[in-house]
């Protein structure tokens, strides 16, 4: 078995798969059963000043993605620290609290968190350029707390400029996506939309906005040397190994947890270990930041390079037939590319479910 223990700071985690601060870790109870299910780490749903009067409906799955009104937990901040906190603790492993939303909010917050945070996450859902309330809310958890303190990051455009100005101001790690939005959805039996926000609107999460959220981390990445948790869309093992790939240090999981129980952390973890058993990888750590290594290995290119195909994983169904808009690939006894039809544009690559075509990254020269 593969070494899946990751150290951030003085937090030692079993695995790299945490909660999110979302429904998954709704309460002390639900902690609990997240580390029974398999979670290596627990952040906490985000309290403030006051809980949160979330609009309803506030969740929906949609065949685009999972849409959400979710704000903040709809406990008050005293059951937080009267009750939750401590079961959540009980678990056995590092425990991040998430707090938002304005430096005053969190300025009264953290101290009363103080006794139970390994970490804290500081969520300000905030979309603009200007980083001054980012920076705001992390120097008033910063007076208050002597643990790390983590800035949880919208999917900003210029992403490396906020997450530098975050480093710079005394982050001691990131957290990277919140969801993505606002968005919309309509029931088209009813022409109401899904949401039971004033507007109809909601957020993004789930798989939809995990090359997003990887994109994120591989830039912030380059430019910040705290650690990243990555989060947004990971649903199996091999969602994990991308974001590490990219970067992060750990990742958290929500909507995959809300649809599928809190077993699911316990199936990433053995997803992620198949992984890198398959792969020979003996450690997980051995991934972080891989992308930023292969990358330099590519070759920018505008000529087709044509896949190459292993006849003994073709299972024959076709789906690269129905999809090769250049009709350059047929299937009968075996599979046969046409090299002076194909594009080279990758497709059926993705649509493989065998992987039993492969395209060459690096550099290859054109006929």
Not at 171 to 199: Q, R, Y
Not at 331 to 360: H, W
Request: proline share 6%; charged share 20%.
């Amino acid at each position: 078995m593969a070494n899946l223990k990751v150290k951030i700071h003085d937090m030692e985690f079993p695995n790299p798969i945490m909660t999110a601060a979302g429904p998954g870790a709704k309460d002390g109870d639900l902690c609990i059963e997240a580390v029974k299910g398999g979670a290596g780490g627990i952040c906490t749903k985000t309290i403030s000043v006051l809980p949160a009067d979330v609009p309803r409906p506030c969740m929906a799955n949609t065949n685009s993605g999972f849409l959400n009104t979710e704000l903040w937990s709809e406990l008050p901040k005293e059951q937080w620290i009267a009750e939750e906190y401590a079961k959540a603790k009980s678990a056995g492993v590092p425990v991040i609290i998430s707090m938002g939303y304005t430096a005053e909010d969190i300025a009264k917050v953290a101290p009363l968190v103080k006794p139970y945070a390994d970490a804290v996450e500081l969520s300000t859902h905030y979309v603009g350029t200007d980083v001054t309330p980012i920076v705001n809310a992390l120097k008033a958890a910063k007076a208050a707390l002597d643990v790390p303190v983590f800035m949880k990051m919208s999917p900003h455009t210029d992403i490396q400029t906020i997450a530098k100005a975050v480093e710079e101001a005394g982050a001691d790690g990131l957290v990277m996506i919140n969801s993505f939005g606002p968005c919309m959805a309509i029931d088209v039996e009813t022409g109401f939309p899904i949401m039971g926000s004033k507007t109809g609107y909601g957020w993004l999460s789930g798989a939809p906005i995990r090359p997003l959220a990887v994109r994120c981390i591989y830039e912030a990445s380059k430019v910040v040397n705290i650690p990243i948790i990555g989060v947004g869309g990971i649903t199996c093992g091999r969602d994990v190994a991308e974001m590490m790939m990219a970067g992060a240090s750990a990742v958290q999981t929500c909507t995959e947890a809300i649809l599928k129980g809190p077993q699911v952390y316990g199936k990433i973890a053995r997803e992620l270990n198949e992984f890198l058993e398959a792969n020979g990888y003996s450690d997980v750590n051995e991934i972080k930041g891989l992308a930023h290594k292969k990358v330099q290995e590519m070759e920018f290119r505008t000529h087709a390079v044509v896949p190459q195909v292993d006849q003994d994983k073709c299972i024959k169904c076709k789906k690269c037939v129905t999809s090769c808009v250049y009709e350059a690939i047929e299937v009968g006894d075996e599979m046969v590319i046409d090299e002076d039809k194909c594009f080279g544009c990758g497709l059926c690559v993705t649509r493989c479910p065998k992987r039993a075509l492969t395209m060459q990254m690096g550099a290859v020269e054109a006929k």
